[in-house]
């Protein structure tokens, strides 16, 4: 969710607000009566069922370090390898409808362009560099 909707909670750049906090709590109140810890924002589930496998999706601390959003994640969520979820909301709107679909016409043809540029001889790096897609 954090790379592909704009206004989502919890958030690594701001601080959930109280209306969209409310909101969490009484919708995974609800539907997790029993998993739904309000504190933490994490729901947590009686199965290991949902328990990753060793090796299966570890995160490398090379990259928490490099990507705040992993890190931020991480911090938030300490158990999410054993299944334990991380409680989220977003605000769906036009703006939402079309940041992903647009993001990734934009990545698509970046990445088209650097194959192009490393066709006529500009060196991979060079043509990433040049191309180079920020999301925020």
């Not at 969710?1 to 919708?27: C, G, S, W």
């Not at 992993?70 to 939402?96: H, T, Y």
Request: with cysteine; charged share 25%.
């Amino acid at each position: 969710m954090a790379k592909n909707i704009q206004n989502h909670y919890p958030n690594v750049r701001r601080a959930t607000p109280l209306f969209e906090k409310k909101v969490m709590d009484t919708v995974y109140g609800k539907l997790y009566p029993q998993g739904y810890d309000a504190e933490k924002g994490i729901i947590t589930f009686p199965s290991k069922s949902c328990h990753l496998r060793a090796g299966v999706a570890d995160i490398d601390p090379a990259l928490i370090e490099r990507n705040p959003r992993i890190g931020f994640f991480v911090s938030m969520n300490p158990d999410w390898q054993r299944g334990a979820e991380l409680a989220c909301i977003s605000k769906m709107d036009a703006q939402a409808l079309f940041y992903y679909p647009i993001k990734s016409i934009f990545k698509l043809s970046a990445l088209r362009l650097a194959r192009s540029l490393k066709r006529l001889g500009t060196t991979e790096t060079e043509a990433e560099t040049k191309v180079a897609v920020r999301t925020p």
